[in-house]
């Protein structure tokens, strides 16, 4: 690292000549990185953070080129009269549709849903059924007549009427619920009618924020003006869905930055100014400060701040101005990071300067306190700066790109932040002192006040370190993983408020699809065959409801019409039996009704309710495979296991494989991602770490030491995790690789200090690094702190275990580690 240092010392140099040059250089390249750091935009799509090539995501793009990713805006209409809704309703369609937005030179909405046309499909429904409901029906109505006619037969002896009769498997029941779903009901009302739901659809794009927030403005107006209590007194209009939705998180995620932003960095930046303060107040309440008053120390409490703020802001919008040419995006855990490198950053700066006014106070000159401070605390800031980094780059070979993007951004921050500390801040020092803004008091020789004190309670503190490490280990096993996604995504209360009006007038409770989209014809009836067979067999924990194609219902070919128009023709001449042609009975009466098709109906004249779900972008009828789950996919190990049945699908004996689409799958793939590299994630930061460490110390003894604080303090952050039934989950794994090499920091800088001191010189240590250490590492938890403050449940657990886990590897630092050398040092077994 020296050899490192000593090839950077010429840069070093032109701070000390040139300050005001290096100064002017580095704020013309922050102006850009500024600039490009604000064209960022936070990307809240999961499926972007699996590889781009992943099977499943290509599978997903594949569907929304094909049929086109719309999402509506859903009005709900709610008053006691049905006619009232209906009225509202259709005065409300024309209206909306005629909104203007000038931005586009369009109108905000390309059409709406409201009314079905079910007629037809009443005379025909039995067209569009499957092969195997119409066999089902046709030997339900045989059964039916064969009852009717053993009834009727006043000879026939039942022997067996007195025994109890098995419950009859309803053949039938497979149609009596497709029926449900082809014959809708005419208008999308709940079952008093009391709730009616409009579904209007945009033109402009759902990234598109300002086009977002100019049309809930504008529709806002347009329902004020419509007076929906004219209509009915009781009249209430809500308008939402996962449109709005879609806005109030990507609102929600810049008011958590921006809230953490101001709460993080402010209560860094206090603390910053009243440390250094306090130190050299305390220096002037001992008389140690002659030449200077009080309120010189006063109007001089920002000058810290300043001296390390100002090349640790030009370091973050360096790194974010490489992320905009790098990634181009931020994703939901990347976009606070802003706030964290802040609190990481400024550790360094802490150190440096704290190390800088020490030297000064002790009768250094300015260049001679530079050149010192680099050598010495720069050495233990480089080494502490490149282990977090290396740590973090090591996120970069993950697949899932939470880790990835993570670690490249908070990894090149770390790095900007050093070459910032030690080739920046530098040259503000020298030109503050040139205008004597920076006050230090002299030294009164106490240096070694604590040079023969030892520190308290060794063994006591060791063993019970040793002690508590060990029962967390033994209890291990009770750390859990939260799989609920509904538990780490922040609620929208309106939303959910909206979501319970407006699912009242939904037609069917099958949610949450998957969609295989298959080459021919041919293969979707394949696809269906194999997810059919896959469904009868799974009877143990069953995660398909049901499979859905139009080509199952709908015939392709001539022969097919004929096929499906002669099974129909055998249903009529069986609904026409003598046994069971007056029966009243709704079933028959549905089946009467829905049989009278005698020629092949075309794709046209069928409802676009029924096939929009089956029709691309064009217009064309896609050969679409839809599979339904039957098991709610919130739960991640739900979503995993309907992942596992349907994520990949073969056929052709195994020659072809179809991958299924759905945000669910790709949630569950990510989440499988993710607990499959987080355990080599960290073995590999723990081995980089201890790499580094065994390069830096070049001993084997002090590798080890150093690393101890950091192994106690991260079982000590999951005893924590267990007495408090707090879990990890897939945003605050993403921070424990991080954990690990910003805890490592503090058992760095007192190690080197140590070393550099000598025996007997703990005390001495502490009570100067020490000092910088705890305020590094409570600066850093700050930065995270931020996130405790924000809505988003995983964002806050992130910030949590960041807080803890850092506080504890601080604890075991400052009470362990200190322990442990004084415990070496009286048995003899130290070397330096």
Known sequence: MKKILKLFQPLLLLNIKYPFLVLGVSLVLAALGAYYSLQLKVDTDIAHLLPRDNPNVLALEQLKETV????????????????????????????????????????????????????????????????????DIIDWLQEEIDDAR??????????????????????????????????????????DSTVMVVKFFPTGSKSDIQYLEDMFVAYDSLLASMDAASYHPEMQV??????????????????????????????????????????????????????HTIWDHIIRIPIPVLVIGVPLIMSLVWTFGITYFYLGMLNTMTSVLFVILFGLGIDYGIHYYARYIELRSSGLGVEEAIMTTNNKTGEAIFVS??????????????????????????GTGIMLALF?????????????????????????????????????????????????SALVIGYSGNLSFEYDFGKLEPKFPEYEKFRNVARQAEDSNKRNPAYIIADSDEEV?????????????????????????????????????QAKLKKIAEVRKLLNSTFIRNRQDEDLDKLRRASQTTEPLTIEQIPDYLKSRFVTKDGEIGRFVIVYPSIGLSDGRNSIAFKDDIAAVQIDNGNKTYYAASTSIVAASMLDLMRTESPYMVGATFIIIYLFMIFTFRSFRWSVISM???????????????????????????????????????????????????????WEVLSSTGQHITMGSITTMLGFAGLLFTAHPGLQSLGLMAVIGIGMTLLTSLTFLPALIQWLEDKDWIRY
């Open 525 to 561: 009836e394949s696809l269906v065959d194999v997810l059919n067979a896959k469904m009868e067999a799974d009877t143990a924990s069953p995660t398909i409801l049901s499979v859905e194609a139009l080509q199952d219902r709908f015939p392709s070919s001539e022969e097919e019409e």
């Open 150 to 191: 053993d009834e009727a037969n006043p000879f026939l002896l039942d022997f067996e009427e007195d025994e109890e009769e098995e419950p009859q498997e309803d053949k039938a029941g497979d149609f009596k619920e497709s029926y449900d779903i082809l014959v809708p009901s005419e208008y999308p009302v709940n079952k």
């Open 708 to 762: 101890l604080p950091l192994t106690v303090g991260l079982l000590w952050l999951f005893g924590i995790m267990m007495l408090f039934d707090l879990q990890f989950n897939f945003y605050n794994l993403v921070v424990l690789p991080a954990i690990l090499g910003i805890g490592e920091d503090s058992g760095v800088h007192l190690a080197h200090r140590y070393r550099e001191e000598g025996k007997n010189s703990m």
């Open 385 to 410: 700066a490149f282990t977090t980094a290396a740590a973090l780059y090591v996120l970069m070979f993950a697949d899932f790109r939470g880790f990835s993007e993570f670690g490249f951004i908070s």
């Open 238 to 291: 809500q308008f939402g869905g996962r449109l709005k939705r879609h806005l109030e998180e990507l609102t929600s995620i810049m008011k958590d930055v921006l809230g953490s932003f101001a709460s993080g960095i402010s209560s860094v930046i206090l603390l910053v100014m009243l440390y250094f303060f306090i130190k050299k107040y305390i220096h002037y309440r001992r008389g140690e400060d002659k030449g």
């Open 68 to 135: 086109g990713g719309e999402t509506e805006m859903q009005v709900a209409i709610n008053s006691p009269s049905f006619e009232a809704n209906k009225r509202f309703a259709e005065d409300l369609i024309p209206k909306t549709l005629e909104l203007f937005y000038p931005r586009y030179n369009d109108r905000y909405f390309k059409r709406a849903e409201f009314r079905k046309d079910t007629e037809l499909i009443k005379d025909n429904a039995l067209y569009l059924a499957s092969d195997q409901e119409l066999d």
């Open 420 to 468: 910032a500390m030690l080739y920046v801040l530098p040259s503000i020092l020298v030109i503050f002192e040139k205008f004597n803004w920076v006050l230090f008091t002299e030294s009164n020789g106490n240096k070694h006040i604590f040079a023969e004190k030892r520190f308290p309670f060794t063994k006591i503190t060791f063993i019970t370190g040793l002690v508590l």
